[in-house]
């Protein structure tokens, strides 16, 4: 796929800016490629980017399901679908449930699914400690509706425990949401680890799919620093779409909306937009 360049234009990566024109409508749907949305650091936009991107896919003709896997179940309530008095990935994950399709929930987005989560998934951590093959059983879940869709999208809790190691286990790629803030730059070589880990012992194919900044602010020289820093260490690694603060994201999120929905002449919706023309851009996502 061709991409233009804008003449004399860098981006907030310095890279030259880049137009990436909408992808392909595809011919058909499946199998489904697992990402995670990962970072042990809150606070830095996780769920934001995972609910952003996954409306800003299903905007593309792209089936997309969305796995709340954090007990705190703001994914859910991002999306606007009920996570109490319902099956939730917790029922899937200890076996309470068999099909996933009895949990899957459809958003106000078109072609956009979710899977909810509530605060019972967090005691899921002391229920699997002692299952066989523990780390697996999430990748076990998800196979089973892998043909229905073309992104899987996983929402992690911030820590890097035995839940973020079964959606890495389960995933092909890991994205990996980074604030423009020092003390979230601190984190990332822990993670990156985490991720090597669990590809040597777990999953082989585990590949890092993207670091994504995000909560940048141009007009501070410490938000630019930091960027800089982190295409230095990571390269091609990061992503061209920066997504930049604005008050309209934590206000969709309130109003149960998708920013594409909310505000759609915000820069934050064109920016969700381009980073899904770029990872198809990138073969990340078909």
Request: one cysteine or more.
């Amino acid at each position: 796929m061709g991409v233009a360049t804008k003449q004399n234009e860098l981006g907030p990566t310095g890279r030259p800016e880049r137009v990436i024109p909408a992808p392909k409508v595809l011919d058909r749907h499946g199998p489904a490629r697992i990402i995670a949305m990962c970072n042990q650091k809150g606070g830095v936009g996780k769920t934001t980017s995972t609910i952003n991107l996954a409306a800003a896919l299903a905007r593309y003709g792209r089936r997309v399901l969305a796995v709340d896997f954090d007990p705190q179940g703001a994914l859910s309530a991002g999306l606007g679908v009920p996570a109490h008095d319902v099956p939730t990935i917790y029922d899937l994950m200890l076996g309470k449930l068999k099909d996933p399709r009895e949990a899957i929930q459809k958003t106000g987005t078109p072609g956009l699914d979710v899977i909810p989560a509530n605060i019972d998934l967090s005691a899921a951590e002391v229920h699997l400690v002692s299952e066989v093959a523990r780390e697996q059983i999430l990748g076990g879940v998800l196979r089973r509706v892998t043909d229905d869709y073309d992104v899987i999208l996983i929402d992690c809790q911030p820590s890097l425990g035995l839940l973020t190691v079964n959606a890495l286990t389960a995933s092909h790629g890991v994205l990996i949401p980074l604030a423009c803030e020092y003390f979230a730059l601190r984190g990332v070589a822990l993670l990156v680890e985490t991720i090597d880990k669990v590809r040597d012992r777990l999953n082989p194919s585990l590949e890092l799919d993207g670091i994504l900044a995000t909560m940048y602010d141009p007009r501070t020289l410490h938000a630019r620093e930091v960027l800089e820093r982190v295409v230095d260490t990571f390269g091609n690694s990061v992503f061209d779409t920066v997504i930049g603060r604005t008050v309209k994201l934590p206000d969709a999120q309130i109003a149960a909306q998708s920013v594409l929905e909310y505000a759609p002449s915000n820069p934050a919706s064109e920016a969700y937009l381009k980073l899904a023309r770029e990872l198809v851009q990138r073969g990340v996502v078909a």
